[in-house]
């Protein structure tokens, strides 16, 4: 089979002109041509007046290699790549070793335990929330209610702070072996919808995910597998060796329970701040690592729409348009947009009471009214919060907790329109856009909720950022604040055997360890835990052929 890169026609191109493309590409003939699939479609909207779209394409020809051989100087036709993910090693036949324990069911967690299950060691599943469905229900209290449960929120329970988000499914990290097809193809098997499997820039969206984690836990059973949920790991027993030589030997979670353990997967994600402080407590090696804070802005989606396709605009295959905006700004530090959201809504986010923290949230459809995005300030721990490992969690609750004061301690999210934020001045009457957030926001000045070099920075940028995108500094646009998630603050650092470099046994994986940003890399990262707990489990140092 071959593979065509960059195969580009216009939008509104006929079914029959691909496979005519195809043909013009190969230099074949109709009977040459037997089957072909779409491997990635994404959009070239740079000319708005010319949008077309960008094809891969997956090709069966007759007598492939001449074919192959004419095309030998088109950098974009070659043999179609393996992509299918082969288990390095199953557990051997009636193993009755250690069943790993995974701690945190989000996407890390979840293709850990479902990796571990599929390769026969029957894993344990702890989760401090709940599942995904009477979580959801926790999570509309708040939204709805301003009622915040601590242990089922936004951040913790089944699905991780990933259920609640715009579903993205890429990201920029190497991934040579092609196990984000992997994680793909298993969204796809438990219910997403198969266009995941070709758009450049696939997304989910909350509700289906839902739905995909109740599938996929089901799997994890049937192989097996056990989930605990309501099930807060609060301390580790750690054995030291005359040598003083560090291997965890158990968990004792916040029921009393303990657990005697192999390995174990530390994928408690961003927010998990009381797992990391006993981490730190018990001795387990830490280091601050840089993170961003900044807002939430939102804009109605007709004006990205307009501003990014045209006269394409709401053309049903381009569907709600994304941007991406970074400036680097006079006072050294750098202003990007992060985890935008087409056609969704800004949600409460907050995991601790008496504190606010914004991130944002699409369905599958992405029909609502407004646009988001985070617009955030880069930070690192040498300029900002120094001499601490765990001081950035220190520096995000500050402003959590400034941002809770401000907005009228009811959880309520401080806001104001964009003029005003760039004038200075506090806001006191909303315009044209109406912010989404709920329970609800008070117009006030952001300033008194951020770090005096982020207001600097933000309004420098949100003006070049309307020189990029027309309107987007338009006067009415709302800032909702204060957006502080964007990333783990802490890493839990490991070595090439992906363990912790002070403390045997225990894997840290995924965002909250450091090693991950968004929901395909953290499940890509859960994979590899995997693998090399599946390593350890039967005393290999090495991959070993598939059984």
């Known amino acids: 089979m071959l593979r065509i890169t960059e195969l580009k026609l216009p939008i509104n191109h006929p079914e029959e002109a691909l496979a005519a493309a195809i043909r013009n590409r190969l230099r074949i003939t109709p009977r040459d041509l037997v089957r072909y699939t779409v491997a990635r479609r994404a959009h070239d909207a740079r000319d708005k007046m010319d949008i077309q779209f960008v094809y891969s394409i ?3 020809v007759k007598n492939e290699a001449p074919v192959l051989a004419r095309c030998r100087r088109d950098r974009h036709v070659n043999p179609t790549p393996d992509t299918g993910y082969r288990f390095p090693l199953k557990a051997p036949a009636g193993y009755a070793g250690p069943r790993p324990v995974v701690v945190g069911a989000g996407p890390c967690g979840l293709f850990a335990g479902l990796i571990l299950a599929q390769m026969g060691f029957r894993p344990i599943i702890l989760d401090r929330g709940k599942v995904v469905r009477e979580r959801t229900k926790d999570t509309w209290g708040l939204w709805r209610r301003s009622e915040l449960n601590p242990e089922s929120n936004v951040q913790f329970g089944e699905g991780g702070a990933g259920t609640f988000s715009d579903g993205k499914l890429w990201s920029q990290i190497k991934d040579p072996r092609h196990l984000g097809r992997k994680v793909l193809t298993e969204f796809v098997k438990a219910g997403a919808p198969p266009e995941i499997l070709t758009e450049a820039h696939p997304h989910i969206g909350t509700f289906r995910l839902v739905t995909m984690v109740e599938s996929m836990r089901a799997t994890v059973e049937a192989l097996g597998g056990e989930y605990r949920f309501g099930s807060r790991v609060d301390d580790l027993d750690i054995a030291v060796d005359a040598d003083g030589g560090r291997r965890l030997r158990g968990l004792r979670l916040q029921t ?8 174990v997967v530390m994928a408690v994600g961003h927010s998990a701040r009381d797992t990391f402080a006993m981490l730190h407590e018990r001795g387990v090696q830490l280091e601050a690592k840089p993170f961003s804070i900044g807002v939430r802005i939102e804009h109605p989606q007709s004006w990205i729409d307009r501003a990014r396709f045209g006269p394409c605009a709401g053309h049903p295959d381009l569907g709600a348009a994304a941007y991406s905006l970074s400036h680097h700004c006079k006072n050294g530090r750098t202003v990007y947009s992060f985890c935008m959201c087409p056609g969704g809504t800004v949600v409460a986010a907050t995991s601790e009471p008496g504190r606010v923290a914004t991130n944002g949230m699409s369905q599958y459809s992405r029909n609502e009214r407004n646009a988001n995005s985070g617009i955030v300030v ?3 721990p040498a300029r ?3 001499g601490h490992p765990l001081a950035g969690i220190d520096l995000q609750r500050h402003w959590e907790s400034r941002a809770f004061e401000v907005g009228g301690r009811n959880y309520h999210a401080p806001a104001q329109r964009l003029g005003d934020f760039l004038a200075g001045r506090p806001s006191t009457v909303l315009g044209s856009v109406i912010p989404s957030y709920r329970p609800g926001v008070r117009l006030t000045d ?3 909720c951020l770090p005096d070099f982020v207001v600097t920075a933000m309004r420098e940028a949100l003006v070049a950022f309307g020189r990029e995108i027309p309107g987007y500094d338009h006067p ?7 957006e502080t998630r ?3 603050p802490v890493r839990v650092p490991r070595g090439e055997d992906l363990q912790s470099v002070n403390t045997a046994g ?3 994986a995924g965002e909250g360890a450091g090693y991950a940003g968004g929901i395909l890399s953290a499940a890509v990262d859960g994979i590899k835990i995997a693998e090399a707990v599946a390593r350890d489990l039967v005393g290999m140092g090495v991959v070993a052929d598939a059984a």
């Open 384 to 386: 900002d919060y120094p």
């Open 506 to 508: 225990l894997y840290p």
């Open 446 to 448: 952001l300033a008194d």
């Open 378 to 380: 880069g930070i690192d």
């Open 58 to 60: 997956d090709v069966t």
């Open 476 to 482: 009415d646009a709302v800032l909702t604040g204060v």
């Open 486 to 488: 964007t990333s783990s």
């Open 256 to 263: 009393g329970e303990t657990i005697d353990t192999g390995p």
